[in-house]
């Protein structure tokens, strides 16, 4: 490319970063490349580089802006007064004649282009340092929207070069190492997107919390993204598992987090252009922003970039209100979990509890400790000590010179891709966002301790709490002939565990996700009108609110909630466990005690497979049955498959998998498997003709030796009683693993044993057992057990 001062951005790529920046040469990329295969991008040109040096020099400013940044270096200046007086500097210059005519001449032709006259465009700043591979530059720049006519492009322009010297950008140079006369700036020019009438937010091609690849993260608001790129809202969040993608039939959606959405940035009224923040509607704040076709075409498209650019991307969207056109307006290079090792996992715990004070999203997955600084106003900023825990309402990029210098940070509003997000990522900072509260809650001083070691949700606890790191390669990790699978509950941390080499999931607990995501009972879904608690319909009334009816609400929402657990290990198989609640658990959720009704041994009582055909619960089991079905079905997840727990006798047996073919999942039809939990002593009696009605059984430890030893296991006098290696135990586990075998179907083990005691995964080892489910955190020192013991059976055959 040549020195021209302005192109269009369809005549950009991607190498021309040192003539047009990295925000510019990635939109030039997009269009030449991509919107000939069908993603939008909006139209619109660029001042190169070369322009800008143009604008220096014509202007004499060089030697001026050098001194200034060589005061500052020496001390003689604040940061604060250096970058002011190289602004003004800049700010008192004029645009070269002959740029200013090529500029006009460019927006003259765009608006030919756009059909209308005056159109209104985003001007945006590019610095040739930025989207780099190790460095984001995310918001050191400005952006003006909305932005209409000539004159006002000139000035959005000029506006764009001084901000080449905003406080946070000198210090985001500086942390770098970036010098000052290494960088130029170009300025582009879009057509904007109605989305101001619309919606709009980012979207990464991985999980930024974990870096698991095989998933879309979108955050999403109405009106304009700053929202969603400053983190000012906690907006809504969406996820979509991209290897199913290449089916069309499926709709692969993981994840619908509904944000408080408080606020939304529009245009400002009348044709002066600009923009202003006003106030959600209660219907946008209780909505979706985005339906299930936005989410799945933004999902496709983030696999299409993400393959044309060869790396995980880090993207901006926008929704035409007027035209419902959906457009991508910036896509850039992820430059944080690219860099890390696939091979080495680092985990973090807490050694003891403290009394939680806040929670929102967790950035990042480690712990951090110290004072926390409440500053609410960005005027207060000097007031910060270095060291503590940063506690603001939000961030941005003005934020940068204290956030480097902050243990931890903490914000009321924000979302996963907020800007205190993106910084806290990059600087490897722990950090919990969109907390609502924590400036009313947290008092400055007081001790806190940070901890975004439990998956999507970060907490915040009073007090300095200890804790534990642990780092390992996973290509270190032994092969086993065994295949070691997981043991799994909340949807909200099965991305953190995806670099186990882990062979699936050997139990995913279905009333986690019912208690943690769906909160309803089953049968209030059904019969809502039985309610009679004022708060409790009310409950139902907004939980359900963007679907026809609760019932709805409940299939999609443990739909979603199975669909993020089976993603991680996918197509390896997930053995997922139909709800296994007491009925003093089953009460507890919404709606739940006028359908339940209390047992003087809930242990025993009605729970697993009698309730599944028992009229009491049979339509609420029916919404179970179709949440499966959506997730095989809907989702493409086939490799779920379904485990019945707590089956007493055959002919139950045979009346449980009746109601699942009345509802569509017959075993054995596409494949699928079901399971049965060996766990009562019948099962291990009768075990070959529960064999002829399964694909497999699972062995649960806790209620079997509970069982067999007639101990209660929640007992605390009869503790040391209760023990999965006693000889009673271990002999029914013995037989039955024999049994299944010579019956030709697998046998495995989800409950806890294999996890306390390493010796017991060696004794199933010694049984030949096809799998052990482990809990996350023990699957690393568990793992070379077996290996070992493996081993010594070799020798002794």
Request: net charge negative.
């Amino acid at each position: 490319m040549d020195a021209r001062s302005v192109v269009w951005l369809e005549d950009v790529r991607a190498t021309d970063v040192s003539e047009v920046g990295g925000k510019n040469a990635s939109s030039g990329e997009l269009i030449h490349a991509l919107v000939g295969k069908g993603i939008r991008v909006p139209d619109g040109f660029a001042t190169t580089a070369a322009a800008f040096r143009t604008f220096l020099a014509w202007n004499q400013l060089g030697p001026r802006l050098s001194g200034v940044a060589s005061d500052y270096q020496a001390g003689k200046l604040s940061l604060r007064s250096a970058g002011a007086a190289m602004r003004s500097l800049v700010l008192g210059g004029k645009i070269p004649p002959e740029l200013e005519e090529g500029i006009r001449a460019k927006y003259q032709e765009l608006a030919t282009r756009a059909g209308r006259e005056d159109p209104a465009v985003a001007v945006r700043s590019s610095a040739t340092a930025e989207d780099l591979p190790d460095a984001s530059f995310a918001g050191q720049q400005e952006t003006f929207l909305n932005v209409r006519g000539e004159q006002q492009v000139l000035d959005a322009c000029l506006r764009c070069y001084a901000s080449l010297f905003t406080d946070r950008a000198i210090t985001y140079r500086e942390l770098m190492n970036f010098g000052e006369s290494g960088v130029a700036l170009s300025v582009g020019v879009q057509l904007m997107v109605r989305s101001d009438i619309g919606a709009s937010g980012v979207m990464f091609s991985l999980d930024t919390e974990t870096g698991f690849p095989r998933v879309a993260v979108i955050s999403a608001n109405w009106g304009l993204g700053e929202t969603v790129v400053q983190g000012s809202v906690n907006p809504d969040k969406y996820g979509v598992f991209k290897p199913l993608l290449a089916f069309p039939d499926y709709s692969p959606i993981i994840e619908k987090t509904k944000g408080t959405k408080l606020r939304k940035l529009v245009y400002r009224p009348g044709d002066d252009g600009g923009t202003v923040l006003v106030d959600n509607s209660e219907s946008e704040q209780r909505a979706f922003v985005l339906q299930d076709p936005d989410i799945v075409q933004l999902g496709r498209w983030a696999v299409q970039i993400e393959n044309h650019y060869g790396c995980p991307m880090d993207m901006e969207w926008a929704k035409d209100g007027a035209s419902g056109e959906l457009f991508i307006v910036q896509a850039r290079p992820e430059t944080v979990q690219a860099r890390k090792s696939s091979t080495m996992l680092v985990t973090h715990r807490l050694t003891e509890q403290g009394r939680l004070l806040v929670e929102g999203a967790a950035i990042g997955d480690s712990i951090a400790s110290g004072p926390a600084c409440v500053i609410k106003q960005a005027s207060d900023i000097e007031r910060f000590i270095d060291g503590s825990v940063l506690v603001t309402e939000q961030t941005d990029p003005d934020w940068m010179p204290v956030m480097k210098r902050a243990r931890a940070i903490i914000t009321d509003r924000g979302g996963a891709t907020s800007h205190a997000a993106i910084v806290s990522r990059e600087l490897g900072i722990t950090a919990v966002v969109g907390t609502s509260n924590a400036t009313s809650v947290i008092e400055d001083g007081q001790s806190v301790t940070v901890s975004c070691a439990d998956g999507d949700t970060g907490h915040v606890f009073d007090g300095i709490l200890a804790s534990e790191t642990e780092e390992i390669d996973l290509g270190t990790l032994p092969p086993t002939r065994t295949d070691v699978m997981l043991t799994i509950a909340s949807p909200a941390a099965a991305f953190k565990w995806w670099r186990l080499p882990a062979r699936g999931i050997g139990l995913a607990r279905m009333e986690f996700v019912i208690n943690d995501m769906v909160r309803l009972h089953p049968m209030a879904s059904v019969f809502p009108d039985r309610l009679t608690d004022v708060e409790e319909r009310h409950a139902v009334t907004e939980l359900a609110n963007d679907y026809d009816n609760p019932a709805e609400y409940f299939v999609d929402t443990l739909a979603l909630g199975l669909a993020k657990l089976a993603a991680p290990f996918h197509p390896a198989p997930v053995i997922v466990r139909l709800s296994d609640f007491k009925t003093n658990e089953y009460a507890h959720l919404i709606g739940g005690s006028v359908f339940e009704q209390a047992e003087a041994n809930p242990m025993i009582g009605l729970r697993g497979a009698s309730r599944y055909y028992h009229p009491q619960y049979r339509p609420g089991f029916d919404l179970e049955c179709r949440a499966i079905k959506r997730l095989r079905e809907h989702c493409g997840f086939t490799n779920a498959m379904v485990m019945v727990p707590f089956c007493r006798t055959v002919d139950e047996a045979d009346r449980v998998l009746a109601v699942m073919a009345d509802n569509g999942l017959v075993r054995g039809r596409d494949g699928l498997q079901v399971y049965m939990m060996c766990e009562i002593p019948s099962n291990v009696v009768l075990a070959e003709q529960f064999a002829s009605r399964f694909d497999g059984f699972s062995v649960g430890s806790n209620d079997l030796t509970q069982l067999v030893l007639g101990v209660d296991r929640d007992s605390a006098q009869l503790a040391a009683l209760f023990d999965e290696r006693n000889e009673a135990v271990m002999t029914m586990i013995r037989e039955v693993i024999r049994k299944a075998h010579a019956s030709g179907i697998r046998i495995g083990i989800c409950g806890q044993a294999p996890s306390n005691f390493p010796e017991f995964a060696e004794f199933l080892v010694g049984e030949g057992i096809d799998s052990i489910s482990l809990n996350p955190d023990s699957f690393l020192r568990t793992v070379p057990r077996i290996a070992m013991a493996e081993a010594r059976l070799r020798k002794s055959d």
